[in-house]
């Protein structure tokens, strides 16, 4: 997308760039090693720039830089690159990691932001008329929660006029503990669930509060605060409710359930109770 | 079964008396131990074997002081989801209605006083239950291994930590301002409770003369009832 006017890199990036290419190239030749659970090899997304990876802006070295078109045409078996959201290397199809590495920064943040969005759309808003129900546990990331729980802790100290970052702190422990701790609770209790997969869809639970808050931090009248706090507690509970009932075995629902619903009603209280 | 084989005194037996197989002595208390390690999570699933009808079963019989036969109902079974949860729901509790409650009796002596939310609140109540729901069964155990009794830890923690419940309910009728009846409230559950933790644990160590013990037991409750009331609905 935007090869034609970028600063020519650095002679000792170009080095980089082939070492990786490389390393790449070998791995496709040596086979799948492991694949996730998680995460099924999505067909190999169209790379962001529409031609093969070559790197056009480049002064061609004498060096042993053979560089075969690189053609995304490899679906049958790759292994998709290990899930580090953080990096370039994102987790789209094999024919574009080269591509990752290399694109600039604004399409790795647009690409990981639509990832939350439609994060939030499967979990927050639940449509039973989906075609897909399982695909917010397969495309899991921490990146959503992330931001939810510092919103949150964020929108609450700025409401308390004392003892700011003492909220603050008490908002976020509460927050990130509850979620590792109701995760476990529900392995505890014999049920199948996956840690990470768990912590991603309690995370994303929370943005109905998230909206309270800022609302509650608009208005300061007791009455709004009390309606708009349950009308959102109603809402995050009501979207946390069929992941944590369906990982459990039926008699021991209300057991897996209580505990989200307490940290949402003290969540709950903590954002009517700031002043 | 043993058997004993006719001690044949022909050929200098030096055996003495065969027994088949050693005998039965680690049936105490939990038969199979899958103890998979501190960090697996599946060793730690034997004690939240429970479903949700029982687990309501062991909060309501928490509140009959006497019966005394509590161990016995947990004895197969005990769970430590009661311990973990009832002291939580106790903290956010004490938290939140501590505050309503200092706000309304406030309100009663000097009708412009406003709102203020004490975080600090939040931590003493954290340590406090936790600290009393972890240590006190604790100490207990150590104290009564100690003394000889034999004694199990879990089955400790899990009483403790059942004994908890009555104070949630009675926090929700604590936040009605008038001191009298705030203190006819929690006088009436801590004794109600450190009746429940003193014939249960009269009941764990009988036959031995440890009346001491479960004396002690009995006031370290009402402590904890008064504590509560003094620090959180003054």
Redesign the interface.
Same mark, same amino acid.
Do not use: C
């Given at each position: 997308m935007s090869h034609s006017d970028t600063i020519p890199l650095h002679a000792s990036s170009q080095s980089d760039i082939d070492e990786i290419e490389n390393l790449i190239n070998a791995s496709v030749q040596s086979g799948p090693a492991t694949v996730l659970p998680a995460r099924p090899p999505s067909p190999p997304r169209i790379p962001v720039s529409s031609s093969p990876f070559i790197p056009s802006n480049l002064p061609p070295l004498p060096s042993t830089h053979q560089k075969p078109s690189f053609v995304p045409s490899v679906p049958s078996a790759p292994p998709p690159p290990p899930v580090n959201s953080h990096s370039s290397i994102g987790a789209s199809g094999f024919g574009s990691p080269p591509n990752t590495l290399t694109e600039p920064v604004w399409d790795t943040v647009k690409r990981d932001l639509s990832r939350i969005v439609s994060n939030l759309k499967l979990v927050v808003f639940p449509n039973p008329y989906r075609e897909d129900p399982g695909k917010a546990l397969r495309d899991w990331d921490l990146w959503g929660p992330f931001f939810f729980i510092v919103f949150l802790g964020l929108t609450l100290s700025w409401s308390?006029?004392?003892?700011k970052s003492?909220?603050f702190a008490?908002a976020f422990a509460l927050l990130a503990a509850g979620a590792v701790i109701l995760t476990?609770n529900v *392995?505890?209790?014999?049920g199948h669930i996956i840690f990470f997969q768990s912590l991603s869809l309690l995370g994303y639970c929370l943005f109905p509060l998230d909206i309270g808050a800022v609302i509650c931090m608009l208005k300061d009248n007791v009455i709004i605060k009390v309606a708009v706090v349950c009308v959102t507690l109603a809402w995050s509970s009501w979207a946390a409710y069929p992941f944590m009932s369906s990982a459990v075995?039926p008699?021991?629902?209300? *057991?897996a359930l209580?505990?989200v619903f *307490?940290m949402y009603?003290?969540v709950g209280?903590l954002i009517i109770?700031?002043? | 079964m043993q058997t004993f084989p006719p001690n044949n005194n022909g050929e200098g037996s030096s055996r003495g008396y065969q027994t088949l197989g050693s005998p039965p002595e680690g049936f105490e208390q939990q038969p199979p131990n899958n103890w998979k390690g501190v960090f697996s999570?599946s060793s730690?699933?034997q004690?939240? =074997?429970?479903?949700?009808?029982i687990?309501i079963n062991r909060m309501m019989s928490s509140f009959y002081p006497i019966g005394g036969d509590f161990f016995s109902k947990i004895d197969a079974n005990p769970d430590l989801?009661g311990l973990i949860?009832i002291s939580?729901?106790l903290v956010?509790v004490l938290a939140?209605l501590g =505050?309503c409650a200092t706000y309304l009796i406030q309100k009663r002596a000097d009708s412009s006083a406003?709102?203020?939310?004490?975080?600090?609140y939040?931590n003493v109540a954290a340590c406090a239950i936790y600290g009393y729901a972890i240590v006190v069964p604790l100490a207990f155990y150590f104290l009564l291994q100690y003394l000889g009794t034999n004694a199990s830890l879990v089955r400790f923690w899990c009483m403790w930590g059942y004994s908890l419940f009555i104070f949630i309910l009675s926090s929700f009728l604590l936040v009605i301002p008038v001191e009298v009846l705030r203190w006819i409230i929690i006088l009436a559950a801590g004794i109600d409770s450190a009746c429940f933790v003193a014939v249960n644990l009269k009941s764990c160590v009988e036959g031995n003369d440890l009346t001491i013990v479960v004396f002690a037991a009995f006031f370290l409750q009402l402590a904890l009832a008064i504590f509560i009331k003094a620090w959180f609905f003054p």
């Open positions: 308390a006029s004392v003892k003492e909220v008490v476990l *392995l505890l209790l014999g075995n008699r021991r629902k209300a *057991l209580y505990p *307490l009603v003290s209280f109770a700031i002043d | 999570v730690y699933t004690y939240f =074997n429970v479903d949700t009808d687990v989801y949860w939580t729901t956010f939140s =505050n406003s709102w203020s939310f004490d975080v600090g939040v």
